[in-house]
């Protein structure tokens, strides 16, 4: 029987590893093209005078400039918004989905059923 060498076993290229590792870096990368919360919240329309709106639900501080309105109607500052965006693909408020083509990546998915 021969014995296992492991240096050799350490030097050998694993081609079924680097196929799969390229495979989902292309997933990944495909998914993150999609994904741009900065795109996104540049397409939303601009509230101009958000002041008698109240406060932005997701710092909590009043509307003293322009802000941005989600496709649902909720209106939130253009930062807190795209940063929200890049941790959930949903509004903070009624959890409708924000960004077409993920599933709400990263919150409470109760009024997202995902992909039937």
Known sequence: MDSFDLDLALTMEDHSATAATASTTDVITNRLEVWSPEDKVSAMPKVIDATTLGVCTVCM????????????????????????????????????????????????????????
């Open 61 to 116: 501080e009043s509307f003293l400039s322009s802000c941005k309105q989600a496709p649902c109607g909720h209106v939130y500052h253009d930062g807190c918004i795209t940063k929200w965006l890049s941790f959930c693909n949903s509004c903070p408020i009624c959890r409708s989905k924000v960004l077409d083509g993920l599933p709400g990546i990263g919150c409470d998915r109760s009024s997202d059923p995902g992909p039937a």
